[in-house]
């Protein structure tokens, strides 16, 4: 019996032998070894956007969220006069909580830069810092027709009316509005977009903190081609010394059309 023992005892040994350590930065409890992102698309789009971004991200062992908003992407079918832009602040701060994720890096592309900016408002106790992508801004109060002219704002709600489905959504531009150039790429893009709910330029943006509520924030701008209704937020984020400024020299839709130095840019912000 006492052999037997000895055995199994050396048997043991053997085996965790073969297990390696578990270093201190691959440790999953330790939330500051492994940054969480979330990505949020912009208009038109769904999670579906990020997949090249989300595949490197993992790949250099951090968890990825990429989550489609309400009534876009493959969640076009809950598409209805009440989406709003709390809508999708509600569909971020669920998933943060649902998945109870801490130290996460959030990431919103164009108008999903309005959508973190009330993420980080209602839930900043779970993030690390906030990255836009080419994004826009608003100030608290403002919805994204604030600033047009009301001939703009009534043609585009006809347009809404006229080609909006029927529950009021603005239709998709093509991809090459994007700075998409690539054949098969704005094929995979142009395939996949959906109408925008009406409801996220008529709602204004609601914030108790100013915009960031002191968390870290860096913009990344896209220069090749640029879109001329983003200037204003660029113009604000150069005067704003709170900012960390990059740049990257592709078109909008830079999880698209680099997703590569795209997500070396991210990854590098976690060292910044």
């Given at each position: 019996?006492?052999?037997?023992?000895?055995?199994?005892?050396?048997?043991?040994?053997?085996?965790?032998?073969?297990?390696?350590?578990v270093r201190a930065t691959?440790?999953?409890?330790?939330?500051?070894?492994?940054?969480?992102?979330?990505l949020v698309h912009g208009?038109?789009?769904?999670?579906?956007?990020?997949?090249?971004?989300?595949?490197?991200?993992?790949?250099?062992?951090?968890?990825?969220?990429?989550?489609?908003?309400?009534?876009?992407?493959?969640?076009?079918?809950?598409?209805?006069?009440?989406?709003?832009?709390?809508?999708?602040?509600?569909?971020?701060?669920?998933?943060?909580?649902?998945?109870?994720?801490?130290?996460?890096?959030?990431?919103?592309?164009?108008?999903?830069?309005?959508?973190?900016?009330?993420?980080?408002?209602?839930?900043?106790?779970?993030?690390?810092?906030?990255?836009?992508?080419?994004?826009?801004?608003?100030?608290?109060?403002?919805?994204?027709?604030?600033?047009?002219?009301?001939?703009?704002?009534?043609?585009?709600?006809?347009?809404?009316?006229?080609?909006?489905?029927?529950?009021?959504a603005a239709p998709a531009?093509?991809?090459?509005?994007?700075?998409?150039?690539?054949?098969?790429?704005?094929?995979?893009?142009?395939?996949?977009?959906?109408?925008?709910?009406?409801?996220?330029?008529?709602?204004?943006?609601?914030?108790?903190?100013?915009?960031?509520?002191?968390?870290?924030?860096?913009?990344?701008?896209?220069?090749?081609?640029?879109?001329?209704?983003?200037?204003?937020?660029?113009?604000?984020?150069?005067?704003?010394?709170?900012?960390?400024?990059?740049?990257?020299?592709?078109?909008?839709?830079?999880?698209?059309?680099?997703?590569?130095?795209?997500?070396?840019?991210?990854?590098?912000?976690?060292?910044?």
């Amino acid at each position: 019996m006492q052999r037997r023992q000895l055995f199994i005892t050396s048997l043991a040994g053997a085996a965790a032998a073969l297990v390696p350590p578990v270093r201190a930065t691959e440790n999953a409890a330790d939330p500051a070894s492994r940054p969480a992102f979330v990505l949020v698309h912009g208009a038109w789009h769904g999670g579906w956007c990020w997949s090249r971004v989300a595949a490197r991200l993992r790949a250099a062992g951090h968890a990825v969220h990429a989550p489609t908003l309400t009534g876009l992407g493959e969640r076009q079918h809950l598409l209805s006069p009440q989406v709003n832009l709390d809508t999708h602040i509600a569909d971020v701060v669920n998933l943060l909580e649902c998945e109870e994720l801490q130290n996460v890096v959030l990431v919103g592309h164009s108008y999903g830069g309005i959508v973190i900016s009330g993420v980080a408002d209602r839930a900043r106790d779970r993030l690390r810092q906030l990255v836009f992508l080419d994004a826009l801004l608003l100030d608290s109060g403002k919805s994204l027709f604030s600033d047009f002219p009301d001939a703009v704002v009534q043609q585009r709600l006809k347009t809404i009316r006229e080609t909006g489905a029927g529950v009021g959504a603005a239709p998709a531009l093509p991809p090459s509005a994007f700075g998409v150039k690539d054949p098969a790429d704005a094929a995979w893009v142009q395939r996949r977009m959906t109408p925008q709910p009406v409801g996220t330029y008529l709602q204004p943006l609601q914030l108790r903190a100013p915009l960031g509520n002191g968390l870290p924030k860096t913009y990344i701008e896209c220069t090749v081609d640029p879109i001329a209704t983003l200037d204003p937020t660029k113009a604000r984020v150069r005067a704003d010394a709170g900012w960390r400024m990059r740049t990257l020299a592709t078109g909008h839709d830079a999880m698209v059309t680099a997703p590569g130095p795209l997500s070396d840019m991210l990854l590098s912000e976690l060292a910044a």
